[in-house]
C-alpha cells in the first residue's frame, strides 16, 4: 500500500536557520503530495501542494518539489522563524483514494 | 463558528462502553472525513462522506465503528464496546470538494478519547 516517511524529531533550529524536513514515499500511479502544519492548540493545516511530477508548492516561505526519480517532497526554508514551531505532515493520496495517507509527523522547535 | 468543530474535545470512558463523537464541519463543505490519530503517528484515513452517504468506509478498522451524516451536514462517529486500543485523538475534516485532490481540507481540533 501507499506510504509516507519522514525524518524522526524533533528539530530543533536557530531562529534564521535553513530548514530541511526530508519526506519519501511509496505510492502506485501518480499521487498528490500535501505538507500539512499543525500549530500549536490548533488542527492541522494545509501548507502546500504538489500534483505532479516536478510541481513545486510554495507558501509561507516554504518551498516543496515534486520529484518521480527520487519519489521525495522535502520542505525547505531559508530562514526560519521562532512563529514556524509546529508539527509539519508530509501526506499523499494516491489515484483514484479518498483518503490521505500520512507520515509520522516531525516536530520542529526554532529557538530565538 | 468559522471552522471546523469537533465535540467532545476529551472524552474519558471504560472499556466495553459505547462512544459518540460529533463533528460539526463548515457550512456549505459537501465532504467530510474522519482520520484517526494515534500517540506518535500521522492521521489514519477512516471513512469519508459526500453528501449523506459513505463514498468510502475502507479504512474503518472493524465493525465497532461506525459514522452517519443524515442531512449532510453534522457526522457522528460511533465506537461500540470500546477497547483500550482505541484510545486516540479522532480528527474531522471538511473540503468544498470531491476527495483529496480537488479540495482543501479543513480539519478540527479533534476529540481525544481515552478508553481505561
Known amino acids: 500500500g501507499d506510504s509516507v516517511t519522514q525524518m524522526e524529531g524533533p528539530v530543533t533550529l536557530s531562529e534564521e536557520a535553513f530548514l530541511t524536513i526530508n519526506c519519501t514515499y511509496t505510492a502506485t500511479g501518480y499521487p498528490s503530495l500535501f505538507w500539512y502544519v499543525q500549530y500549536p492548540g490548533e488542527g492541522l493545516q494545509l501548507l502546500l501542494k504538489a500534483t505532479k511530477a516536478d510541481d513545486k508548492g510554495s507558501n509561507k516561505g516554504f518551498e516543496a518539489t515534486y520529484r518521480k526519480e527520487t519519489t521525495s517532497f522535502h520542505l525547505e526554508k531559508g530562514s526560519v522563524q521562532v512563529s514556524d514551531s509546529a508539527v509539519y505532515f508530509c501526506a499523499l493520496v494516491g489515484g483514484g483514494a479518498d483518503g490521505l495517507t500520512f507520515g509520522k509527523g516531525t516536530h520542529l522547535i526554532i529557538q530565538p | 463558528g468559522a471552522g471546523v468543530s469537533q465535540t467532545p474535545s476529551n472524552k474519558v470512558t471504560e472499556k466495553g462502553k459505547y462512544v459518540e463523537l460529533r463533528c460539526d464541519p463548515i457550512?456549505?463543505?459537501?465532504?467530510l472525513y474522519w482520520y484517526r490519530q494515534s500517540l506518535g503517528q500521522g492521521p489514519e484515513f477512516l471513512i469519508y462522506f459526500q453528501g449523506t452517504g459513505a463514498a468510502d468506509d475502507s479504512g474503518l478498522p472493524n465493525d465497532r465503528f461506525f459514522a452517519v451524516r443524515p442531512e449532510g451536514s453534522v457526522s457522528t462517529l460511533k465506537i461500540q464496546r470500546t477497547e483500550r486500543g482505541d484510545s486516540a485523538v479522532y480528527l474531522c475534516?471538511?473540503?468544498?470538494?470531491?476527495?483529496?485532490?480537488?479540495?482543501?481540507?479543513?480539519f478540527g481540533e479533534g476529540s481525544r478519547l481515552t478508553v481505561l
Open positions: 475534516a471538511s473540503s468544498m470538494g470531491h476527495g483529496p485532490k480537488t479540495g482543501e481540507l479543513f
Open positions: 457550512s456549505g463543505h459537501t465532504a
